[in-house]
């Protein structure tokens, strides 16, 4: 069964909006959550990951929250740009040299 | 590509073949990955290595195999190929000797007819 859930499916939004991603996973030995980029043709990029002892990361205009009661993550985009037009994976892992357990993805379309 | 190359990079076979995909890594990293991605589905895991003949199934195993007589390859074979196994299939390592990131290599696009 899918141990990590993200919504939504599909996402559109303009130039300088903020998408936002979700995740949410079962699993509380689940210790690493990173988010994949997509472009079409290409294998997944590592953009940005947290662990739970933190409930915020950021990376240039990419940010995590965390939600460790809840058992959610998210992915904001800030001032989003028709290049970040791409699928977004979510993922979580237990354990270095584990399987990374992945989201179904969301395909990101940044309209001009 | 996180200096990962995959071979072929495309292909196209018939049922019932068998057929061997090739990842290739320079760096030594003791952990490598074979997922295969499918629309709806996400990424899952098929097999994965965790040294020199050390190897263990993922999720999705069935129908594959794989071997690592080197630390620089990675091998997936599906023995008998079935056009359920039509997929990207995204070989990934883990840097150094362990860790939890992952880095995939840039596939490759198998059809079986």
């Known amino acids: 069964q899918q141990q990590v859930k993200q919504s939504p499916q599909s996402l559109i939004v303009q130039k300088g909006g903020i998408p936002i991603i979700n995740c949410a996973y079962e699993?509380?030995?689940?210790?690493?959550f990173p988010w994949y980029q997509q472009f079409p043709g290409k294998g997944p990029a590592l953009l940005i990951a947290?662990?739970?002892?933190?409930s915020e990361k950021k990376e240039g205009r990419f940010t995590i929250s965390f939600n460790k009661s809840a058992k959610q993550f998210s992915l904001h985009i800030m001032d989003s740009q028709p290049g970040d037009s791409a699928t977004y994976f979510c993922?979580?892992?237990?354990?270095?040299?584990?399987?990374?357990?992945f989201g179904k993805g969301t395909s990101l379309l940044v309209t001009p | 590509d996180a200096g990962i190359t995959q071979s072929p990079r495309h292909k196209v076979t018939e049922t019932g073949t068998p057929v061997t995909l090739r990842c290739h890594q320079t760096?030594?990293?003791?952990?490598m990955y074979w997922y295969r991605q499918d629309p709806g589905h996400g990424l899952r895991l098929i097999h994965y290595?965790?040294?020199?003949?050390?190897?263990d199934k993922g999720e999705v195993s069935d129908g594959y195999s794989v071997s690592r007589s080197k630390t620089e390859d990675f091998l997936l074979t599906l023995e008998s190929a079935t056009s359920s196994q039509t997929s990207v299939y995204f070989c990934?390592?883990?840097?150094?000797?362990?860790?939890?990131?992952?880095?995939f290599g840039p596939g490759t696009r198998l059809t079986v007819l």
């Open positions: 993922a979580a892992s237990s354990a270095p040299g584990y399987a990374l357990n």
């Open positions: 699993n509380t030995a689940f210790d690493y």
């Open positions: 947290i662990r739970p002892d933190v």
């Open positions: 760096e030594n990293h003791r952990y």
């Open positions: 290595s965790y040294g020199v003949k050390d190897t």
């Open positions: 990934a390592i883990t840097p150094g000797g362990g860790g939890n990131e992952q880095f």
